[in-house]
């Protein structure tokens, strides 16, 4: 029997093993996002089928992407349904179609800006040796976009900061240093553009959101007892949801940062990617009991 989660308009009836892997794919799936037709796509740290792609009942609908990744991070659609993912090792967010093939590279390939980090620290905890900001990219970890086509890519692991590059992927400028002072930054980690025009920052090791208007200028913090906060993902109905990484927990809240809901256990500490398709439903990355290998979970709303 599934189990339900959430409360009042926000419950949810979870499907642990929802996705129906065929035999011969490996799933350790990084990062997920819905495409066109509500396809649920998996980036996953597998060198052979790195993307995979479920249908909303969890029917496997083929894969992409061998041998052009080297670790990923985060996936994600624009607004004209091209994927964006960011392979945080290569130094590298890369366009593709909804089936697969590779329009546009932004980054150079295995260069690493100047933070302090060594050049061979690849690690999870790789930020705590961040001495000072650097230009892009230094393993960086999510990408988002405004209406007028330009994006903001968090830079976390190896570095602290925001970047902001024009439509063209003309690099533009970029904000935060490490530190736990207002605008500053202890890995960020996802980002998102709102319909205010305003940027979610995912301060994870800071256990906050700090929100930023699209000139990097500060506006508001959100703290709202978040533990690690990860990823986002706002839906239609202005509503936000958030992968807890270092809690094991998903909250929903309001733009204004007032929660809805939330549910979780530490045991899936280190959930690691959201997203929700046009049924109202949606989809994390989360770990089995005490950190086993990740998994996509669906959430169905009730």
Known sequence: MEAIVGSGKYTYKVHENWA???????????AVAVGPQDRVYCFNRVAEHPVVIFDRDGNFQG???????????AIRFDAEGFAWLTDEHHQQFMKFTADGKLLQTIGERDHRSDT???DDDFSSTAWKKVKHAGGPFNLPTDIAFAPDGSMFMSDGY???????FSADAQYLFSWGEPGKAPGQFNLPHGVWVDRRGRLLVADRENDRVQIFDLDGKLLEVWRTELI???FFYVDDDDIVYVAEHNG??????TLDGERLARWGDPIHRSCHGIWGD??????VVQPGEWGRVRRVVKFERQ
């Open 20 to 30: 129906h892997v065929p035999e011969g794919v490996e799933m350790k799936p990084a």
């Open 63 to 73: 894969s992409w992407g061998a041998g052009l990744f080297r670790f990923p991070h």
């Open 116 to 118: 302090g980090v060594p």
């Open 158 to 164: 190896g570095n602290a900061r925001v970047h902001k």
């Open 228 to 230: 690690g906060p990860a």
């Open 248 to 253: 094991g927990m998903i909250s929903i809240l």
């Open 278 to 283: 046009s049924q109202g439903d949606f989809y």
